[in-house]
T-cell receptor, first 111, second 116 residues
Framework: QKEVEQNSGPLSVPEGAIASLNCTYS??????FFWYRQYSGKSPELIMF????GDKEDGRFTAQLNKASQYVSLLIRDSQPSDSATYLC???????????FGDGTTLTVKP | GAVVSQHPSWVICKSGTSVKIECRSL??????MFWYRQFPKQSLMLMAT?????????EQGVEKDKFLINHASLTLSTLTVTSAHPEDSSFYIC????????????FGPGTRLLVL
């Protein structure tokens, strides 16, 4: 079992729809959770981070964390073609703070 | 925001040569820097964790004598790929973290290495 698992996709949604991206992790002691967006040929850029159970909203993005079920999700409302990218879930598994990344979910938003 | 730069952005070299990649945090002091490698259509693979003034911690399977990491100051870390071979061709990305273990990493733009 991978430490951080994501559906590889591709996930395709129409413009204006809600895109839902999921991530599960194996270590119950994980402390912090991050979502990054990576365009093809570019390095990752941070979208959101979340530490506590519940929802955290930032503009069109909402991160949801459920530590009991060991999953974290990212919702993108009013999806735009510019949201088309690979979304990486990252989890800090230990006190050293290094992040373990999932393999990413490729999202395509169709006009 | 927190800005991290990398230099060079791309490099082509002959097999057997060494290549140095610089990673700089431009507007903050980075207590920790990370070096990743990413092959096409694959996820980020952590190579090593670098703390200022101490030796880097390498991930399992990463040859420390081949990938030399130096974190000489709170704003600069370097990765040297020694005696590069075609299989070392990849996208090398650094990230920098400002403070504690739960702090966010900020990624550099990456360096694309092609070894002929």
């Amino acid at each position: 079992q991978k430490e951080v698992e994501q559906n590889s996709g591709p996930l395709s949604v129409p413009e204006g729809a809600i895109a839902s991206l999921n991530c599960t992790y194996s270590d119950r002691g994980s402390q912090s959770f991050f979502w990054y967006r990576q365009y093809s040929g570019k390095s990752p850029e941070l979208i959101m981070f979340i530490y506590s159970n519940g929802d955290k909203e930032d503009g069109r993005f909402t991160a949801q964390l459920n530590k009991a079920s060991q999953y974290v999700s990212l919702l993108i409302r009013d999806s735009q073609p510019s949201d088309s990218a690979t979304y990486l879930c990252a989890v800090n598994l230990d006190l050293a703070g290094k992040s373990t990344f999932g393999d990413g979910t490729t999202l395509t938003v169709k006009p | 925001g927190a800005v991290v730069s990398q230099h060079p952005s791309w490099v082509i070299c002959k097999s057997g040569t060494s290549v140095k990649i610089e990673c700089r945090s431009l507007d903050f002091q980075a207590t920790t820097m990370f070096w990743y490698r990413q092959f096409p259509k694959q996820s980020l693979m952590l190579m090593a964790t670098s703390n200022e003034g101490s030796k880097a911690t390498y991930e399992q399977g990463v040859e420390k004598d081949k990938f030399l990491i130096n974190h000489a100051s709170l704003t600069l870390s370097t990765l040297t790929v020694t005696s590069a071979h075609p299989e070392d061709s990849s996208f090398y990305i650094c990230s920098a973290r400002r403070g504690g273990s739960t702090e966010t990493q900020y990624f550099g733009p990456g360096t694309r290495l092609l070894v002929l």
